[in-house]
């Protein structure tokens, strides 16, 4: 398949989080008829990371996620973009990244290697798992992909994602002074949560704070008895000092579950590429041990997990060329 061809066939294979199992398939076989060496590494049942390569010496791979956020959007096209679930997070960037490799081999570019991880879109199991592989020993430099705009991502924010909880005491509604409402406590907990100023810094910008999800109670006509608000929190910092300041305007009204965090990274900066700060998180913090990060992606996040995303075509162009000249100036100088 071209680009364009394959990056609209992954689109249209559905792999919401948790559900990666099809496309794993899809792109084992794909790449395995390319005569690439490809295993399949297990997560969960559903879920399998695919590690490809073509000698015993890939000190270059290139990596990005199969997973998409729902609902699931199949591919259509114009004369200038592709849309779709995936179109630039990250199925066009598979895509691209593919294409890249094998024009790569046809320049007789063999010490490379492909990495696609399952559920990047919640906790990063897929990287935390390939952390674990043997093959990570081998990689000197690691290209991940996320939506970019092509161009390299010298830095990128943490994530801490978390749940503030309350409890309180259910009763008939009709005498809310026999219960106490855990909904109320979450809300006075949030407005207080949503005053805070979170530390700023330098380099990697300010801190922000998603509240993305509000649930509790039971009925109408039942003071609630729990309550829980999810939030996503982009650090620029440590997540240490972010907690502390949580848990100071909690004051002991609720409580917190975390369920994951990665820090703040700071990326390879390579001469003639366009170079940013981006304020997402990515696989990166979960793979220390694939050699030394760096971020490019074609497409847009500002569209990505959207209901319109889509990916430009002449990005993904773009983005072939870029990866080929940057993969080819890492194993030409090890000292970029």
């Not at 779709?84 to 790569?104: F, H, M, P, S, Y």
């Not at 972010?242 to 700071?266: F, Y």
């Not at 170079?275 to 220390?288: G, M, N, W, Y």
């Amino acid at each position: 398949m071209n680009l364009f061809e394959l990056t609209k066939t992954l689109i249209n294979i559905p792999s919401i989080s948790d559900n990666e199992k099809e496309v794993g398939f899809f792109l084992r076989d794909y790449l395995e008829n390319l005569g690439w060496t490809v295993e399949l590494q297990p997560v969960s049942e559903n879920q399998n990371n695919v590690i490809a390569h073509l000698n015993d010496t890939p000190r270059v791979f290139l990596s990005t996620h199969m997973d998409t956020v729902p609902p699931f959007i199949e591919a259509s096209e114009d004369d200038e973009k592709i849309y779709g679930r995936g179109a630039c997070d990250a199925k066009g960037i598979i895509a691209l990244q593919i294409t890249a490799a094998e024009e790569l081999r046809k320049q007789g570019v063999s010490d490379i290697g492909l990495l696609f991880t399952v559920d990047e879109e919640q906790g990063s199991s897929g990287a935390r798992m390939a952390n674990k592989h043997s093959i990570a020993a081998k990689c000197e430099f690691m290209i991940n992909g996320e939506p970019t705009d092509n161009d390299l991502a010298i830095g990128s924010k943490g994530s801490l994602r978390l749940f503030v909880k309350t409890t309180g005491k259910a009763a008939h509604s009709a005498y809310p002074e026999m219960g106490e409402s855990a909904i109320e406590k979450l809300l006075d907990i949030l407005a207080d949560v949503r005053k805070i100023e979170f530390p700023n810094d330098g380099f990697f910008g300010e801190t922000t704070n998603n509240i993305g999800t509000i649930s509790g109670g039971l009925k109408t006509n039942i003071i609630p008895p729990d309550a829980e608000a999810g939030l996503h929190i982009r650090l620029t910092t440590d997540d240490k000092p972010i907690l502390e300041i949580l848990e100071k305007a909690i004051d002991g009204r609720g409580e917190i579950e975390i369920s994951s965090v990665a820090l703040p990274v700071k990326m390879l900066a390579v001469e003639g590429f366009r170079q940013k700060v981006v304020r997402f998180t990515t696989d990166i913090p979960h793979l220390s041990n694939w050699g030394t990060p760096l971020l490019l992606g074609a497409g847009s996040i500002l569209v990505a997990h959207t209901k319109d995303e889509f990916v430009l075509k002449r990005d993904l162009e773009e983005a072939v060329r870029l990866y080929v000249n940057l993969v080819k100036k890492l194993l030409a100088d090890d000292k970029v």
